[in-house]
């Protein structure tokens, strides 16, 4: 068997290994039944209780009250873009803030059926930070924010507050890594392939008064109460997707929650910052206020040396390091399975690379 | 480990025991990378690979010309209901051929956006047979049929001309299956779950001309222009969803095709339907011209006896043989995955039951 590398891939991301030995154990006898996961009737006794599980996991985890509804859709934030745009907005007027690629896709589709308006952006800045300052709209139906954008690195430490208007939030990349206050958001969704899964599961947090208010008109898989009322279960959802999701938020809870993930994944995204502080070689992209702790995206001053510092960095067993095609550079995601070891281990490579190259 | 027993589900649906035994093998490393397919990004050139070779397999196995797209979409048969019409009937008028359950939801979905016109139904047969009359409009933006109904076990035999006006079909329950011609179609769309792989990926074949008249004022998400410009990967699809569709392409081809996977269906039909015709113990529901060679949907004469047939049938290692709960009774789903042997291992339970209970 190949020797498992360091995995800094933005997503689909690195899983806890653990959970992936659980999967491949009971990969041909899931839950007693001599079937398959990936066999199994998603109106079966067994997928009843991990989805049940997960929802009552994802509300436990992230401390969600009885207000909102958890349901687990299909076609990633992508979707949501659209459907966000096609519930709540509808014809009207909705304000987005612009960070970065994720943010400039969600503006995007709700142009496509409402008035958008853009209460703040940084691209004046390259989106090398959130913005602070806020032209919200009085007759908004909703803000929209997108939490950490994986491509330039920059997260929302803390989100903006909106009044009476609901604050609609793309958590797909930092989704479960900290502790938020749900309560400030009348919705969250997210892909889980980052943080809490792998690809093919949209997680969806949303407000009851909300609900009430999405678009009776559209087509029934693309309103909200539709997966509501059937509990995740109007039509056949990604099976192993939603387990694999229910597996890994196991591994959160009995790793302490939120509060020691989030003292992780702090601590990971310190060191590495740090190092990148205390270097001429190297030099970080983000501004400091709103550093992502998902997504550390970097250069070396000698711009040349960047392909070559992918290739050894592979050779070393860290794979995924490039940065994203449309900016260049170089980006360590490290979402919650990322081991601080790993972290550790990887500063010490691009010590040696700079005392080879500097 | 628990013994496999025959799984008769209706869907999410049995597999090949030797696929799934490849996919428990490689789980944490695939194509030799050291990372599990479920961490692997959708832009590596291991899962390129496998995209590709999911598209190409998918083209021999339905002979499809070049006049064709493949993409693998989310969201299951329930969104291309919405998607269809969205696209292609957009305030205008279509046919539909009503023949049963999935039927009757992709109906409601087109009038969510247009005007429907039932072009020939077998409500009044209790959708026992598929029509054999139609009244198709000359305005008609397309005509839409299902081609299999799990839950009356009927199946179209042979697929009405509709002349200029294009058919569109949703095969989810008996794609790959046997040998069709896919020239008749302007579009055929399918969830995996059932014959060709699992939940979660949802196949759409469309023609060139067809996409042309899609509605371009539609999120992006919605349009397929979108999937078939980024060959599938616009956004982050279900990775490991279309691995596993992959490799059960890879065991239709490897076990003759269409021309021996057909063969084999036929025979594993036919060994059923026979005996049904048999006794005078069981009865089969639908008629003989329309019956389902993916679900056969029977009874026992005295239905009393059903609710003992079914926990006899499970203690025996016979599941999912229960009749959908909205028409009861008892079904046997034997997609392309379910072995000859277990049809007839099946007739041998059925004979006893009937000599202890007839």
């Known amino acids: 068997m190949s020797k498992r590398p360091y995995n800094f891939y933005a997503g689909p991301a690195i899983l806890p290994l653990d959970v992936m030995k659980k999967i491949q154990k009971e990969f041909l006898d899931f839950d007693g039944t001599g079937l398959s996961i990936v066999e199994t009737s998603h109106r079966s006794k067994g997928f009843d209780t991990v989805m049940k599980q997960a929802r009552e996991r994802t509300k436990k985890i992230m401390n969600i009250s009885d207000d909102y509804h958890v349901v687990f ?7 949501q873009f659209s459907m966000v745009a096609m519930n709540f907005m509808n014809g009207k007027k909705a304000d987005y803030i ?28 390259k989106f090398s930070c959130v913005p602070d300052t806020y032209n919200f709209s009085s007759d908004a139906q909703y803000v929209h924010l ?23 939030a793309d958590m797909s990349s930092d989704i479960m890594s900290r ?14 392939q980052k943080n809490i899964g792998t690809s093919g599961v949209t997680l969806v947090v949303i407000h009851k008064d909300m609900v009430t208010r999405e678009n009776a008109k559209l087509p029934t898989m693309l309103k909200y109460s539709t997966h509501i009322e059937k509990e995740s279960l109007y039509n056949t959802p990604s099976v192993i997707g939603i387990y ?13 929650g939120m509060e020691a993930i989030e003292k992780t994944n702090n601590e990971k995204a310190a060191v590495l910052y740090d ?40 050779a070393n067993g860290f794979i995924g390091i490039k940065g994203h095609r449309s900016l260049g550079g170089l980006r360590a995601s490290i979402y919650n399975a990322f ?19 500097g």
Chains 1, 2 share one sequence.
Not at 147 to 157: A, C, D, L, V
Not at 179 to 192: C, D, H, L, S, W
Not at 339 to 353: A, Q, R
């Open 339 to 357: 081991p601080l070891e790993g972290v550790k281990d990887f500063i010490s490579f691009m010590k040696d690379f700079e005392k080879k190259n």
């Open 275 to 314: 190092y990148l502080d205390s270097t001429e070689f190297y030099y970080g992209l983000a501004e400091k206020q709103s550093r992502s702790k998902m997504n550390i995206v970097f250069r070396i001053k000698n711009n040349d040396l960047e392909d070559q510092f992918v290739e050894q960095a592979k």
């Open 73 to 79: 859709l299909q076609g990633g934030a992508s979707l």
């Open 146 to 168: 997108t939490s950490n954008e994986t491509i330039n690195g920059i997260q929302f430490q803390a989100f903006p507050d909106t009044g009476n208007v609901p604050l609609v």
């Open 244 to 256: 694999i999701v229910n597996l890994v938020l196991g591994w959160i809870v009995d790793n302490g």
């Open 179 to 192: 502790k938020i206050n749900v309560n400030q958001f009348k919705m969250i969704y997210a892909g889980a």
């Open 98 to 125: 612009h960070t970065g690629e994720w943010a400039k896709k969600a503006i995007k589709e709700g142009k496509t059926v409402g008035d958008v308006n853009i209460a703040a952006s940084s691209e004046d800045k």
